[in-house]
T-cell receptor
Framework: GAVVSQHPSWVICKSGTSVKIECRSLDFQATTMFWYRQFPKQSLMLMAT?????????EQGVEKDKFLINHASLTLSTLTVTSAHPEDSSFYIC???????????????FGNGTRLTVT | SQQGEEDPQALSIQEGENATMNCSYKTSINNLQWYRQNSGRGLVHLIL?????REKHSGRLRVTLDTSKKSSSLLITASRAADTASYFCATDGRGAQKLVFGQGTRLTINP
């Protein structure tokens, strides 16, 4: 149980275009999802916390207008990279907490990530 | 930032040997978690240890937590080639509903 599906697994786009990444909880409802960014051989950096039915909470230094997050349902959160540039090329990973457990006792379940390359 | 630091950054051992990775963090926590990441994939949760626990086992994994030193260790016994991956510790600050990850240890098991 607690499977998180992320799509697409990789995408190549031209500079200036927008890219949407989907994160779905397949067999549970996720009121909160987390979006991370990871550069090669580095750690995960939390970008934002996605809350169902309300605005996302962005981490300091993350541009809200650049990385649009929508969490319109209990099973789907989307991250849209707007007007992408080569420096946005990275590995983006979403995650959700184990349902039914308090946050302080709850592991995260991760999608398989999306490799974004902006040319 | 309460981001953890991991040591070593990279570790290469022979199959069958034990692998030990360490993690240090900065602030008080509710729990500390360890995750594994295979190259180009998402993270897989390995084990969670609460702040009031000192040691926890799961199969070939042994995790210790020393809150006085703000440190944790992950021991993988009898390593296998399939254990080759990056390992990350993650902590949540008390009252925070998000996890912050350490820098990770890249583990290579040589057959």
């Amino acid at each position: 149980g607690a499977v998180v599906s992320q799509h697409p697994s990789w995408v190549i786009c031209k500079s200036g275009t927008s890219v949407k990444i989907e994160c779905r909880s397949l067999d549970f409802q996720a009121t909160t999802m987390f979006w991370y960014r990871q550069f090669p051989k580095q750690s995960l950096m939390l970008m934002a916390t996605s809350n169902e039915g309300s605005k996302a909470t962005y981490e300091q230094g993350v541009e809200k207008d650049k990385f649009l997050i929508n969490h319109a349902s209990l099973t789907l959160s989307t991250l849209t990279v707007t007007s992408a540039h080569p420096e946005d090329s990275s590995f983006y990973i979403c995650s959700a907490r184990t349902p039914g457990r308090a946050f302080y006792n709850s592991p995260l379940h991760f999608g398989n990530g999306t490799r974004l390359t902006v040319t | 930032s309460q981001q953890g630091e991991e040591d070593p950054q990279a570790l290469s051992i022979q199959e069958g040997e034990n692998a030990t990775m360490n993690c240090s963090y900065k602030t008080s926590i509710n729990n500390l978690q360890w995750y594994r990441q295979n190259s180009g994939r998402g993270l897989v949760h390995l084990i969670l240890i609460r702040s009031n626990e000192r040691e926890k086992h799961s199969g070939r994994l042994r995790v210790t937590l020393d809150t006085s030193k703000k440190s944790s260790s992950l021991l993988i016994t009898a390593s296998r080639a399939a254990d080759t991956a990056s390992y990350f510790c993650a902590t949540d600050g008390r009252g925070a509903q998000k996890l912050v990850f350490g820098q990770g240890t890249r583990l290579t098991i040589n057959p």
